[in-house]
């Protein structure tokens, strides 16, 4: 099992660019989970999807990020525009459900760089 | 809003020394409380987990945790360190105790410990 997949692993970008990271879940996982790591707020919660439906997506910051699922292999964050604040390393995490009895599977990450 | 705090950023050890890393929660209500590591280099896995029951809960590598809910606290031992524990330790909630819905992390306690 190659475990999540994440695209890019490193990310450089200018202020005002659009940036999209990918995951690609487990085979069989129907729960995936985006999280933001950053040193002033730790790991946060973004956006899950239960079945490639957003179940909860109060964690996104604002209006320029947005998220999707277009099927149960493949999932986008999306940040337009950039801006430096949203410097940090995300992380989309796959679980079997979205029952939390079952361990979440985090994949490497991508660092994201906005200068 | 819940949160988690662990009060520790980095803890540094050498071998055979015996570890306790300090978690305390803020909801009031039912809990389900985690614990996740990142090795250097590796991805967050799942070390052990309290959803009810045993409030001592046992978990991989040697690992255990106590779930008091008079302090609030959900600490993680381990009697005695190697040096691949080094690793970042992350504690985590899931405030209303139900199965599904999202984890609240707390920022993250780096251990290193010395051979």
């Known amino acids: 099992d190659a475990g999540v997949i994440q695209s890019p692993r490193h990310e450089v970008t200018e202020m005002g660019q659009e940036v999209t990271l990918r995951c690609k879940p487990i085979s069989g996982h129907n729960s995936l989970f985006w999280y933001r790591q950053t040193m002033m707020r730790g790991l946060e919660l973004l956006i899950y999807?239960?079945?490639?439906?957003?179940?909860?997506d109060s964690g996104m910051p604002e209006d320029r990020f947005s998220a999707k699922m277009p099927n149960a292999s493949f999932s986008t964050l999306k940040i337009q525009p950039s801006e430096p604040r949203d410097s940090a390393v995300y992380f989309c995490a796959s679980s079997p459900t979205g029952d939390l009895r079952y361990e979440q599977y985090f994949g490497p990450g991508t660092r994201l760089t906005v200068t | 809003a819940q949160s988690v705090s662990q009060h520790n950023h980095h803890v540094i050890l050498s071998e055979a020394a015996s570890l306790e890393l300090g978690c305390n929660y803020s909801?009031?209500?039912?809990?389900?409380l985690f614990w996740y590591v990142q090795y250097p280099g590796q991805h967050l896995q799942l070390l052990l987990k309290y959803f009810s029951g045993d409030p001592l809960v046992k978990g991989i590598k040697g690992f255990e945790a106590e779930f008091i809910k008079s302090k609030f606290s959900f600490n993680l031992r381990k009697p005695s360190v190697q040096w691949s524990d080094t690793a970042e330790y992350f504690c985590?909630?899931?405030?209303?105790?139900?199965?599904?819905?999202?984890?609240?992390f707390g920022q993250g306690t780096i251990l290193t410990v010395h051979p």
């Open positions: 985590a909630e899931n405030a209303g105790g139900t199965s599904y819905g999202k984890l609240t």
């Open positions: 909801y009031g209500g039912t809990v389900n």
């Open positions: 999807f239960n079945n490639n439906v957003p179940i909860d």
